[in-house]
């Protein structure tokens, strides 16, 4: 079940998605996450940020829609309130950063320079709709992708570059990470998306015009085709398969694609114990087809 994202060993390839899980231990009361291939915590900015106005979440058919807005306590206060229990399951630890400017991201990457050695990769997330900026995302943009990547090279550590699908340029995103510093790239973050009471004939979600992001199994085919297309495109660059994973086949299907690993995000909103679920349904949908290596599966299209 061992596989390898860049230069980042891991003892099976399901993840925690960033946001779905907390900051912390969360859920290590649900199951061992010492034996998850990693946790990727909810993004991180260098200062605390208060997140979007309520409500945050809403049900769809197949997935929800989330504004919550990347609220956090900012990476200092994270590095002492809340990794020390997660470091102490055992965890690999994946930390997620964000900023409102190239300058934020610098300042969030270079305050986790210090972390522990748990603490295996940061994921670069310059794909999230739920903020002030909108849709000017810096992952719709190969110039500001490569700008951020550059300036996150003090944390230390394998970067991750996490991509919106919400952009026909996601290749040359992807390829202008992978130029500026990233391992790998993390497909797909949350698809654009809206919800509208008919009763109220007002929006479901706080951010109110602005949206939120659709996540869940409406978007699997959505980062299937995502994944696929970089794989093609830059088959020696490592990605990380994300959206609507929720069993074993599910997440082949993304390995296949090109994913070398995946992640499960939604998921633990109606199981939080999905994560170890997924991974042991993996491990035995490669037992009954004989499969000796998961690695295999990587691009393994016939």
């Not at 696929?228 to 994300?242: K, W």
Request: aromatic fraction near 4%.
């Amino acid at each position: 079940m061992a596989v390898s994202v860049g230069s980042v060993r891991l003892p099976n390839p399901v993840m925690t998605a960033s946001g779905t899980g907390g900051h912390g231990a969360e859920l290590d009361a649900y199951q061992p996450l010492g034996e998850l291939g990693a946790v990727v915590v909810k993004s991180l900015s260098a200062e605390p940020w208060p997140g979007n106005s309520a409500p945050r979440v809403h049900a769809t058919p197949a997935g929800m829609l989330n504004s919550v807005g990347l609220q956090g306590s900012g990476v200092t206060t994270w590095l002492a309130d809340d990794l020390p229990a997660l470091a102490a399951t055992g965890a690999r630890v994946v930390a997620s950063i964000w900023g409102h400017s190239v300058e934020d991201y610098a300042r969030a990457a270079a305050a986790l320079a210090g972390a522990p050695e748990a603490v295996v990769a940061v994921e670069v997330n310059l794909s999230c709709p739920n903020t002030e900026a909108g849709r000017d995302l810096f992952g719709h943009d190969p110039a500001a992708t490569a700008r951020v990547l550059a300036a996150t090279a003090a944390c230390g550590r394998p970067r991750w570059a996490k991509l919106s699908p919400n952009t026909p340029l996601v290749v040359d995103v992807a390829r202008a990470g992978a130029d500026a510093g990233a391992e790998a790239v993390t497909l797909v973050n949350t698809v654009m998306g809206m919800a509208i009471d008919p009763e109220t004939r007002t929006y479901r979600l706080g951010a109110g015009g602005r949206g939120g992001g659709l996540s869940g199994p409406a978007i699997h085919p959505v980062a299937v085709r995502v994944v696929h297309d970089v794989h093609r495109a830059e088959p020696g660059l490592p990605i990380v398969g994300v959206g609507g994973v929720v069993d074993g086949p599910s997440a082949v299907e993304l390995l296949l694609a090109g994913a070398r690993a995946v992640q499960v995000g939604t998921a633990s909103f109606a199981d939080p114990r999905a994560p170890s679920r997924v991974r042991d349904d993996l491990e035995h949908w490669c037992r009954r087809r004989g499969v000796v290596s998961v690695a295999e599966l990587s691009g393994g299209m016939r």
